[in-house]
């Protein structure tokens, strides 16, 4: 079951279109901050400079300063590593939730299923970025409380998708044959069941990851998240808000980042989902 | 049909019952002692901490405050603000008004432009027209809410000057909020009403109307669209609830009393019952529109029904 998947990445990349292979690139280029900020980063994005307030882009400072005199490019690096934290931070804990939940009610049904997905009814019945600050006005604002409230708000989600895939598979006549030979329910759900599932957990973690950069910039925005000084797109681009005639490049190179970066992200999902499953579609 | 009425409307009550629990129970899943919290920060005789306690029943067993704050509820008293000590109830009131509107042109101008554009973009097929509300539509899907509102701030406000920046007492006023809003639900519409036309389009019906004369616009109008605005329902209200949440962050950008705008503040004072309010009603109102969407798609399509 494993060779076949990793031979068939090589021919994937080459298959892609000109749109995806751009938004490959641009995902890279998102995860290097995450691992050497330093090295990329030409200032401290946090240093106040009274002298270099409000400097429009230049060969000094790239991308502009802020009203604190703060080098933007630094700044987009560092909220770099914020948003893609808050991402794999968000998605690993609606995994987490949800995988357990869902394979259980899919595959067991009876009172556990119903309790669940009524469950899950009322934690949907809060509308996305609700839910989240639901969260963070029960443990205040922070880049933490904000990766725990995405996940927790995206969780039930991820839940229904396990659950409605477990329900798919568990009808196979492979997992009758299996259980008609005697193997325990958990063999059967950890190697038969969820493999099958991962293909479309694969496909909403992709989409949950664009949703958490979406939902935790907009936190940001709203100065939920990272608590200043903190760089953070969501939060530079509200610091920008009063300065969009003149200054505009505080609010525009984040804003902008943060569009491309979640334009990339659908880009690859589409192409994801098309690779595993053409059939889905 | 009765029946699958009956169940649906139950499983709402049941909806909405566990929102107003978990609402209720935000103040207790506060780190830390409820009646404390209330304080805040300010540093409080231990004397004073203990007369809220009383005075707010939160020295009563758990189910008995419950039932205190469901009654109350009912009733329509939802608290009083800890700031300004006035009943959230009358502050909802002045509120929801300026979040209606908004919520319902927005949805609006999403649906009528959704469907608008998305007939455009699958009649014309493969052309500039259909590649340009494509990209459109993807920028709208993966804008954040508050990114779309600066641009557009900054294009119809800032540089073109045709409307106002804040504000709410004007439809002139509603119009760069509403479309801020109603873009993300818009694009997502318009994607879904291309796809499901072009499916659509693609069947043998059709040709055989086409080849019996009938003209390209009785063709879209009448075969096609019947068909492809079915999912554009259930998708729609869905999406209301989404709109609901982008509220809060439009509101924000655009400097408008609603709900939205008078949940962040709360949430940035950390005055409990108006978060409970807002939620409150924010969750209600999606519970709704979801049960609307719900009742409406089993009347159109028969198998949901029996299903």
Redesign the interface.
């Given at each position: 079951m494993q060779r076949g998947r990793w031979s068939r990445v090589v021919p994937f990349l080459q298959r892609l279109s000109p749109a995806a292979k751009l938004s490959l690139v641009i995902v890279f280029c998102l995860s290097l901050p995450l691992i050497a900020p330093r090295w990329l980063a030409p200032y401290d994005p946090t240093a106040v400079a009274p002298s270099e307030i409000f400097q429009p882009p230049s060969a000094r400072h790239w991308l502009g300063t802020d009203q604190f005199g703060r080098d933007i490019l630094s700044r987009l690096i560092y909220g770099a590593r914020n948003s893609l934290t808050l991402g794999l931070v968000s998605v690993s804990l609606s995994v987490l939730i949800s995988v357990p939940l869902g394979l259980a009610a899919g595959y067991y049904r009876g009172p556990l299923d119903a309790v669940t997905m009524r469950v899950v009814d009322i934690v949907m019945a809060f509308p996305g970025i609700l839910l989240a600050l639901v969260v963070i006005a029960i443990l205040g604002p922070g880049l933490t409380n904000a990766m725990i409230a995405v996940g927790i708000g995206e969780a039930p989600a991820y839940t229904r998708v396990v659950r409605g895939s477990t329900l798919v598979v568990r009808e196979q006549s492979y997992i009758e044959a299996a259980r008609a030979i005697g193997t325990r329910d958990y063999r059967i759900i950890k190697d038969y069941v969820f493999p099958n599932v991962i293909q479309a957990l694969i496909v909403i973690a992709t989409v949950g990851f664009a949703v958490a950069i979406v939902i935790g910039s907009s936190l940001g925005f709203l100065g939920l998240g990272a608590q200043p000084p903190a760089a953070e797109w969501g939060t530079m681009v509200s610091d920008g808000r009063n300065y969009l005639r003149t200054e505009w490049w505080i609010s525009a190179f984040p804003g902008a980042t943060i569009g491309m970066v979640v334009l990339a992200i659908n880009v690859l999902g589409d192409a994801l989902r098309d690779i595993l499953d053409p059939r889905l579609r | 049909m009765v029946r699958f009425i009956l169940h649906r409307v139950l499983?709402s009550i049941?909806?909405?019952f566990?929102?107003l629990v978990?609402v209720f129970l935000?103040v207790h899943?506060?780190?830390g002692d409820p009646a404390q919290v209330l304080f805040g920060d300010a540093p409080v005789p231990k004397a004073q901490v203990e007369e809220v306690r009383h005075a707010l029943g939160l020295d009563q067993p758990l189910p008995f405050q419950l039932a205190r704050y469901l009654h109350g509820a009912a009733r329509g008293d939802l608290g009083r603000s800890l700031k300004t000590d006035r009943p959230v109830a009358s502050d909802l009131a002045r509120a929801i008004p300026s979040t209606a509107e908004l919520a319902i042109a927005a949805m609006a101008l999403a649906v009528a432009g959704g469907v608008f554009f998305g007939i455009v973009s699958a009649s014309s097929r493969n052309t500039w027209l259909d590649s340009g509300v494509s990209i459109l539509a993807?920028?709208g899907?993966?804008?954040?809410?508050?990114?779309t509102g600066?641009?557009l701030?900054?294009l119809f406000s800032?540089r073109l000057e045709w409307f106002p920046i804040t504000g709410q007492h004007s439809l002139r006023h509603l119009v760069l909020p509403a479309v801020t809003l109603g873009w993300y639900a818009g694009a997502i519409l318009a994607r879904l009403v291309r796809s499901g036309m072009l499916e659509v389009l693609g069947q043998d019906y059709i040709r055989t109307a086409w080849a019996k004369g009938v003209t390209k616009r009785r063709i879209l109008a009448w075969h096609a669209l019947r068909n492809g605005l079915i999912p554009v329902i259930t998708v729609a209200s869905v999406q209301f609830?989404?709109l609901?949440?982008?509220a809060?962050?439009v509101e924000?950008?655009f400097a408008r009393d609603g709900v939205g705008r008078m949940?962040?503040l709360?949430?940035?004072q950390?005055d409990?019952p108006e978060?409970q309010g807002a939620?409150l009603i924010?969750?209600l109102a999606?519970?709704f529109s979801?049960l609307l969407a719900d009742l409406f798609y089993g009347f159109i399509d028969p198998r949901v029904r029996y299903g």
């Amino acid at each position: 079951m494993q060779r076949g998947r990793w031979s068939r990445v090589v021919p994937f990349l080459q298959r892609l279109s000109p749109a995806a292979k751009l938004s490959l690139v641009i995902v890279f280029c998102l995860s290097l901050p995450l691992i050497a900020p330093r090295w990329l980063a030409p200032y401290d994005p946090t240093a106040v400079a009274p002298s270099e307030i409000f400097q429009p882009p230049s060969a000094r400072h790239w991308l502009g300063t802020d009203q604190f005199g703060r080098d933007i490019l630094s700044r987009l690096i560092y909220g770099a590593r914020n948003s893609l934290t808050l991402g794999l931070v968000s998605v690993s804990l609606s995994v987490l939730i949800s995988v357990p939940l869902g394979l259980a009610a899919g595959y067991y049904r009876g009172p556990l299923d119903a309790v669940t997905m009524r469950v899950v009814d009322i934690v949907m019945a809060f509308p996305g970025i609700l839910l989240a600050l639901v969260v963070i006005a029960i443990l205040g604002p922070g880049l933490t409380n904000a990766m725990i409230a995405v996940g927790i708000g995206e969780a039930p989600a991820y839940t229904r998708v396990v659950r409605g895939s477990t329900l798919v598979v568990r009808e196979q006549s492979y997992i009758e044959a299996a259980r008609a030979i005697g193997t325990r329910d958990y063999r059967i759900i950890k190697d038969y069941v969820f493999p099958n599932v991962i293909q479309a957990l694969i496909v909403i973690a992709t989409v949950g990851f664009a949703v958490a950069i979406v939902i935790g910039s907009s936190l940001g925005f709203l100065g939920l998240g990272a608590q200043p000084p903190a760089a953070e797109w969501g939060t530079m681009v509200s610091d920008g808000r009063n300065y969009l005639r003149t200054e505009w490049w505080i609010s525009a190179f984040p804003g902008a980042t943060i569009g491309m970066v979640v334009l990339a992200i659908n880009v690859l999902g589409d192409a994801l989902r098309d690779i595993l499953d053409p059939r889905l579609r | 049909m009765v029946r699958f009425i009956l169940h649906r409307v139950l499983q709402s009550i049941l909806v909405v019952f566990g929102v107003l629990v978990i609402v209720f129970l935000m103040v207790h899943l506060v780190p830390g002692d409820p009646a404390q919290v209330l304080f805040g920060d300010a540093p409080v005789p231990k004397a004073q901490v203990e007369e809220v306690r009383h005075a707010l029943g939160l020295d009563q067993p758990l189910p008995f405050q419950l039932a205190r704050y469901l009654h109350g509820a009912a009733r329509g008293d939802l608290g009083r603000s800890l700031k300004t000590d006035r009943p959230v109830a009358s502050d909802l009131a002045r509120a929801i008004p300026s979040t209606a509107e908004l919520a319902i042109a927005a949805m609006a101008l999403a649906v009528a432009g959704g469907v608008f554009f998305g007939i455009v973009s699958a009649s014309s097929r493969n052309t500039w027209l259909d590649s340009g509300v494509s990209i459109l539509a993807l920028l709208g899907i993966s804008f954040p809410t508050f990114w779309t509102g600066l641009l557009l701030i900054w294009l119809f406000s800032v540089r073109l000057e045709w409307f106002p920046i804040t504000g709410q007492h004007s439809l002139r006023h509603l119009v760069l909020p509403a479309v801020t809003l109603g873009w993300y639900a818009g694009a997502i519409l318009a994607r879904l009403v291309r796809s499901g036309m072009l499916e659509v389009l693609g069947q043998d019906y059709i040709r055989t109307a086409w080849a019996k004369g009938v003209t390209k616009r009785r063709i879209l109008a009448w075969h096609a669209l019947r068909n492809g605005l079915i999912p554009v329902i259930t998708v729609a209200s869905v999406q209301f609830g989404t709109l609901l949440g982008g509220a809060v962050v439009v509101e924000t950008v655009f400097a408008r009393d609603g709900v939205g705008r008078m949940l962040v503040l709360a949430i940035l004072q950390k005055d409990f019952p108006e978060v409970q309010g807002a939620v409150l009603i924010l969750a209600l109102a999606y519970s709704f529109s979801n049960l609307l969407a719900d009742l409406f798609y089993g009347f159109i399509d028969p198998r949901v029904r029996y299903g």
